[in-house]
């Protein structure tokens, strides 16, 4: 019975000690640390910007092409949160700096509520409730078990959430802003990017750019419909976004219809060798924006309207039944509904794979 007891406790911890690989929060501290510092007026030394660095979310950046990230962290952490003799030296002013600046402008307005957040949050439930949530949208009695989870880590960067190779990374201040419910569809829709990809088939993915933009309008299409089923005017109002976002997302939605008339004109002339690759890839830079999510968004939206949901999410990994479904939804002599040329390519690309 001993034996049995010390093996359960050994089990017990294990368990624990697995679960708590889920979250990191490394970047987050490293960033209360220095700024504590930077209010009290105080100097931060090199080891210590080296360490926030270092911290999960943050080297992540360091390594990416975009390595202007940690710069201008850097400069606007001195620039909000520093006395006036420690100021930063300001960026470029690019889209980033200024949604860094204004997340970290409204940080310093709930710092207290914030670190308190950071030390009394149960960060693992959000996790299982966030897979649970997918759970219950795919309709299954468990997740596939082979699938390998990737870690989430916090940060303070913009008011966003991305799934990167090895992780996914969260501003903490947008969770913190967030309703429960909220936070966990957020969470839920990044994990189903997770899920999909192990099932999706990166060879088709990535054989060109053109197969990449239409899987991705499939795969953050379905994906919306987890935490924006609301609709993109509800969405936006609930978490604050820019009124300038939130009108380009409403707008690439209101225009939908006739950039999937394009899209599908476009892939049908290429695969006729009426134009190039080059040539239909600039062409669909046009309209493939944020991802494709407007554009995905609309499609799925049309389809569960049509009473294909189910269907939808039973081929929630493969790009063609995506498009062949909503393709059902539109009388053929609709402008947006989708020729047989374009099908038939896509039905073609895809067919070895899925």
């Known amino acids: 019975m001993k034996n049995i007891v010390s093996f359960l406790l050994i089990l017990l911890a294990f368990n624990i000690s697995s679960n708590a690989q889920n979250v990191d929060l490394s970047s987050v501290d490293e960033f209360l640390n220095i700024t504590t510092l930077l209010k009290n007026g105080e100097d931060v030394n090199m080891e210590q910007w080296n360490q926030l660095d270092s911290s999960a979310a943050y080297s992540l950046f360091l390594n990416s092409k975009d390595n202007t990230i940690p710069n201008i962290v850097k400069a606007v952490m001195l620039d909000i949160f520093g006395c006036s003799d420690s100021k930063g030296q300001t960026q470029n002013g690019s889209l980033l700096e200024t949604s860094v600046r204004a997340n970290y402008e409204d940080i310093k307005k709930n710092y207290s509520e914030i670190r308190k957040f950071r030390d009394n949050y149960d960060f693992e439930s959000l996790i299982s409730n966030a897979k649970f949530r997918l759970q219950t949208f795919l309709g299954c009695d468990q997740l596939d078990a082979s699938v390998k989870w990737r870690p989430v880590y916090f940060f303070f960067l913009s008011q966003d959430g991305k799934e990167l190779d090895n992780a996914i990374v969260i501003d903490l201040n947008l969770i913190y802003k967030m309703t429960e419910e909220e936070r966990i569809n957020f969470l839920a829709h990044e994990f189903f990017h997770v899920y999909r990809a192990h099932f999706e088939h990166h060879e088709f993915n990535y054989a060109n750019d ?117 393709s059902l939804t539109l009388p053929k002599d609709e402008k947006a509904s989708l020729n047989d040329d374009f099908l038939l390519f896509l039905k073609a690309e895809t067919e070895q794979y899925y």
């Open 210 to 326: 053109i197969n990449f933009a239409i899987d991705m309008i499939a795969n953050e299409g379905i994906a919306d419909q987890i935490d924006k089923y609301m609709g993109y005017d509800q969405y936006f109002s609930n978490f604050g976004k820019s009124k300038e976002l939130a009108s380009e997302f409403k707008q690439l939605y209101n225009n939908a219809p006739k950039d999937i008339e394009y899209l599908q004109t476009t892939i049908a002339q290429y695969a006729a060798n009426q134009i190039d690759k080059d040539t239909c890839i600039g062409r669909l830079i046009g309209i493939y924006k944020y991802n494709g999510h407007a554009l995905g968004f609309y499609i799925s939206n049309q389809i569960i309207k049509a009473g294909l949901r189910d269907e939808m999410i039973k081929e929630f990994h493969n790009p063609y039944e995506f498009f062949r479904l909503y």
